[in-house]
């Protein structure tokens, strides 16, 4: 392969590397000299390798073949190509996360989760066969090789390079996508509506700068895949820029957060929308992480047991006291359903909040994370770029069992990324 030295970063902005990457075209030629990244749409420094080489999978996107349900990829096919080839056909992929530019690898790597992860689970739990790349070379697991396929699944890649995989895709009937959308008016009534839904896809939007009696308001939105035929996704609006302080300021955010809860009607409404304009609203927006200027964000996400709601409750008031919080914030419910030893989800809530790189929001994350451990929940690794090791270990019940088939896989320590040893998840060499 041939390595180009590139400063490169996460989604978030806020941590970069140098480093050495390459970006094969052939399964046949990618070595086991890195960890392998996708698009990069990990928020931290999950996909990072500083000082170090890493395999950019993204030129390895062909479809290898379709049987039934079963769609045979490589790992740099996004889930946005998958739905814009199978949905015509009459499928999609299982779990889709909020972006299409999402690899599969990625998606694997992560054990993303979607809008119906109370339904269906994690998208790992969809994986029916993987094609590795490891330490000592090439090999193909399935859930009967249960330790290394459960250190795969949600596992930061450390188990080698996925080359390929194989996904058991949903049936659907209808190409758009069947949208009720609904006012909230505070936290109550937005737990009860998130817990009354039987939608098969359910989330809720939050604005995270209301107080008091308003603290939780945001919209509902539950959704169905309805009739009509699919349409491809109109042409995406760029961010040329990176933007002003001012542009995400409080103010400002206030202003667009009121905005945006009152084009729902009070009465709700149910509304027409294409498959990509659903699950991926933010794709019709290139580069908007440019909105936070400079210096970037941070994501800070998590999930709580169900008896726990009311420390996420604590959470979103100690948010809004801060004047930090952006528009994008999301609260959903959670099934039980995930694929590995350190997947995320867990029967539950989470909550996604969205925070300029500023020392302020340091701080803030800190006692964020402090709340969800002190509630049993757990923060999503795919988001996050300020937690300690220590933490991360004690809400990961199955991290002795990951790391332990990790380093087995990978005694030499190849596929560590800067995430891996800012956390200090694998140890010394």
Known sequence: MLWKTTTYSGWGRALTADGELARPERRAAVTAQGPAIGNRR??????????????????????????????????????ATLARIFAPKGYLPAVMPGTGFATVGGSIGMDVHGKNHHNEGSFGQHVTEITLLGADGVRVITPADEVIWKATIGGLGQTGVILSAKLRLKPITGGQMRVTERRVQNWDQHIEMLDASTATYCVGWIDATAKGDALGRGIVEEAEVGGGDYSAPKGAKKVPFDAPNFALSSPVVKVFNEAYYRRVPAEGRTVDRSIEDFFFPLDRIRDWNRLYGKRGFHQFQCVVPLAQVDALKSMLSAIASSGLASPLAVLKRMGAGRG?????????????????????????IAELISLTDAAGGRIYLAKDSLASGAVIKSMYPEYSEWVEAVNAADPDHRFETDMTRRLNLRGAK
């Open 42 to 79: 990990s928020y931290g420094d999950a996909a990072l390798n500083d000082n170090g080489r890493a395999t950019d999978m993204t030129r390895l996107d062909r479809i290898i073949g379709f049987d039934g349900d079963i769609v045979h990829v490589e790992a740099g096919c996004t889930i």
């Open 340 to 364: 590995g030893y350190m997947s995320f989800p867990m029967e539950g809530y989470t909550l996604a909040v969205d925070f300029p790189a500023r020392d302020a929001a340091a701080e803030l």
